[in-house]
């Protein structure tokens, strides 16, 4: 199924936002507005101005959250613009909603660098319980994720870095269950060094990857590639890697895992056949993979998966599938920062979401509507965040996953 572009414009054009405000109490009588609005909410003012805390008690702060966007990084669009971001945002702030009961709101900003970013976002923070960073230009979203973490005691995530990081080893965790390897001993390859693919590379070395190999529009990140953003050196240290940047083929040779977040049709398909035996191809690119997955299985590979969940595409990998349950764990335990630990242990709940005894090279990820994804997720991601000692409302084990199994399907509006 590909989807059709009238029908796109239609919907939007039909629903003219899709999300939206609405009332969580009654408002029908002189009593209803004297106690929700004034002076009943003036008692409760009183409260948090004595108790800041006590705003997650007494408002929606604690399920809220902001999606924050100069439209400087949109994908497949030509003019960068922060107009032009508003429904991508509003996309992601239904997902948050559908898939992890998040009260979440767009936020478009007009300005250009990331200190004005961080400083808007300081500003806005005591409405909201976290704050998630979307669609930024790479090393200004870098900037803005290490400063606001540094600053705020709310979870500031970006799922454009760790939604598919944390989804693609995952799914990765399983696909090696399915060709009898160890994360330790194999050798990854990553085809693109934006804030995708330099966040993956991070997260597997912290999972304790054997070797990890990442490649940029001009080559190998390595010592020898004069071609690398500050972020992109930064990493190529940690990597340690020694040989020449143009030597890709040479990096090919005996890869296990070949992981495409770059462009379309950005990967050789005969590179496949350098490749050790039974590998794994995972072809993120979007709107359209690095090589199709119908061509990697005829090139040899094991295991495929690509980005295209509008598709009949098998192991369809989206960030969507992740990031609405990391939030709401660290939302619900009131997490004041989310982890690379916790990121680990989401990587773990959500490949833990499908039957272990069922993997196959075909099924290595859950349904996109499983209803236990983002109860798992939510429930690691809290857990961990209270063993870290960084949450201020500490949970009984498996309790965040009851209540949010409750609130996406239990049936019973909260």
């Not at 923070?125 to 669609?135: D, E, K």
């Not at 990765?172 to 001993?185: C, E, M, R, T």
């Not at 040479?250 to 050790?276: C, E, H, Q, R, W």
Request: charged letters at 20%; one cysteine or more.
């Amino acid at each position: 199924m590909l989807i059709e572009r009238h029908h796109a414009i239609e919907l939007h054009k039909r629903v003219k936002g899709k999300v939206k405000m609405g009332p969580s109490t009654k408002l029908r009588t002189t009593d209803d507005l004297a106690y929700a609005y004034f002076p009943g909410s003036l008692v409760v003012a009183s409260i948090i101005a004595e108790d800041r805390e006590a705003a997650f008690e007494y408002t929606g702060r604690g399920n809220s959250i902001l999606v924050v966007s100069n439209g400087s990084s949109i994908l497949g669009l030509e003019k960068q613009d922060p107009y032009a971001i508003l429904p991508i945002l509003e996309g992601k702030c239904l997902v948050f909603k559908a898939f992890g009961d998040i009260d979440a709101f767009p936020l478009c900003l007009e300005v250009k660098n990331a200190q004005e970013i961080i400083e808007v976002c300081k500003l806005v923070a005591p409405t909201v319980g976290g704050l998630n960073i979307s669609n930024i230009s790479p090393l200004t979203s870098f900037d803005i994720l290490d400063k606001l973490k540094d600053s705020l005691d709310i979870p500031v995530f970006s799922d454009d870095h760790y939604g598919i990081a944390v989804a693609l080893f995952g799914a990765l965790k399983n696909a090696l269950i399915v060709v009898g390897k160890n994360l330790s001993d194999i050798k990854i390859i990553i085809w693109g060094a934006g804030k995708a693919g330099i966040s993956t590379a991070r997260l597997l070395l912290s999972a304790g990857a054997g070797q990890v190999i990442v490649v940029n529009s001009h080559g190998i990140l390595t010592a020898s590639n004069p071609f690398m953003n500050r972020e992109q050196a930064k990493l190529a240290e940690s990597l340690d890697v020694s040989m020449d940047y143009q030597n890709i083929k040479g990096a090919m040779s005996g890869a296990d895992v070949f992981i495409g977040l770059s462009t379309k049709n950005a990967f050789d398909p005969d590179y496949i056949k350098l490749m050790n035996k039974n590998p794994i191809v995972f072809s993120l690119a979007l709107p359209e993979p690095e090589i199709s997955p119908v061509l990697a299985r005829e090139k040899g590979a094991a295991v495929v998966a690509s980005s295209q969940f509008w598709t009949t595409t098998i192991n369809p990998i989206a960030s969507f599938q992740v990031y609405p349950g990391i939030m709401r764990g660290a939302l619900d335990v009131r997490a004041r920062n989310i982890t690379t630990a916790m990121l680990l242990e989401a990587a773990d709940g959500f490949a833990s979401s499908i039957d272990q005894k069922r993997l196959s090279p075909d099924n290595i990820v859950p349904p996109i509507f499983s209803d236990e994804t983002t109860p798992r997720i939510a429930e690691a991601v809290a857990q961990t965040a209270i063993e870290e000692g960084i949450a201020l409302n500490p949970l009984p084990k498996n309790k965040v996953y009851a209540k949010t199994w409750e609130r996406l399907f239990g049936g019973r509006i909260v």
